[in-house]
Nanobody, 115 residues
């Protein structure tokens, strides 16, 4: 059974940085992409960033220039480096793995940006 475990969330002041990690375990068929999504209270879940199996990336306009997605295939882990954090980045962050068979979601990690 495939499991995704996020870590790295927490409370940070505006302008600060956090690095989220998402480690995948279990037997996974061909991986096409990995992504980070977020859901703020009262809002729909939205795509933050995505990285394909060949390393191409795409970002939400709201995080371009501040967030960086990367992956380490040897560790089956995807990262989200978040810099210059703003209060509006406050949300639960979820990783998602796209395999050839299906997609998988992690349980989420909370990020709060507040002074």
């Amino acid at each position: 059974q495939v499991q995704l475990q996020e870590s790295g969330g927490g409370l940070v002041q505006p302008g600060g940085s956090l690095r989220l990690s998402c480690a995948a375990s279990g037997s996974i068929s061909s991986i096409n992409a990995r992504g980070w999504y977020r859901q703020a209270p009262g809002k729909q879940r939205e795509l933050v960033a995505i990285i394909s199996s060949i390393g191409s990336t795409n970002y939400a306009d709201s995080v371009k220039g501040r967030f960086t997605i990367s992956s380490d295939n040897t560790k089956n882990t995807v990262y989200l480096q978040m810099n210059s954090l703003k209060p509006e980045d406050t949300a639960d962050y979820y990783c998602r793995l796209f395999s050839s068979a299906r997609t998988y979601w992690g349980q989420g990690t909370q990020v709060t940006v507040s002074s």
